[in-house]
């Protein structure tokens, strides 16, 4: 928005759910619907002697929710091919993974990036003999950290663990 030619901060409203799912730098499809994401910081509470009025809170570890992406139109077969790695009997392939959400002009408004996510679920949609793109209706995703950005300038690109083990978790 533009007053007396000074540009002011502009919301920009989005009206229709577009997330788009990237591997690497790649968008490997899109979803109508993602649920799931968020964490839970367990706690101890601690009731310290003589201190009647407060109590003394020491935070533990983190447990993230799995996400699930719903309605997805693809003509990359990369997210069955990770799923079928896990069916099989090979070494577990883990991958960071941005959730996208666009605006109407194309824009990335948010990006989420799932740290080391494997699929721990898929569900196919029902088959419809006019369909020329490989759909899927379900795709559930375990991670093991989250990060979240308010534009794409600062997606987490790498994909590999470090010598410690660990995605990286910029």
Do not use: H
């Not at 570890?61 to 990369?78: E, S, Y």
């Not at 799923?83 to 605006?103: Q, T």
């Not at 308010?150 to 790498?158: E, F, M, P, V």
Request: with cysteine; proline share 2%.
């Amino acid at each position: 928005m533009s007053r007396n030619g000074i540009v002011t901060g502009e919301l920009n409203y989005v009206l229709a759910n577009r997330f788009y799912v990237e591997i690497g730098s790649d968008i490997k499809a899109s979803f109508t619907e993602c649920s799931g994401i968020g964490a839970q910081i367990d706690k101890e509470v601690y009731q310290e002697g003589g201190v009647n009025n407060q109590q003394r809170v020491f935070l533990k570890q983190a447990k993230f929710n799995d996400v699930t992406l719903k309605r997805g139109i693809t003509n990359d077969l990369t997210f069955w091919e990770w799923m079928s790695g896990v069916l099989d009997n090979i070494p577990k392939k883990r991958l960071n993974v941005n959730i996208l959400l666009f605006n109407q002009a194309g824009e990335t408004m948010q990006s989420w990036t799932l740290i080391g996510a494997i699929p721990v679920g898929w569900k196919a949609p029902a088959f419809q003999a006019n369909s020329n793109t490989a759909a899927i209706e379900e795709l559930t995703l375990a991670y093991e950290g989250l990060k979240m950005k308010k534009s794409n300038s600062n997606r987490i690109q790498g994909q590999e663990r470090d010598v410690t083990g660990f995605f990286g978790s910029n």
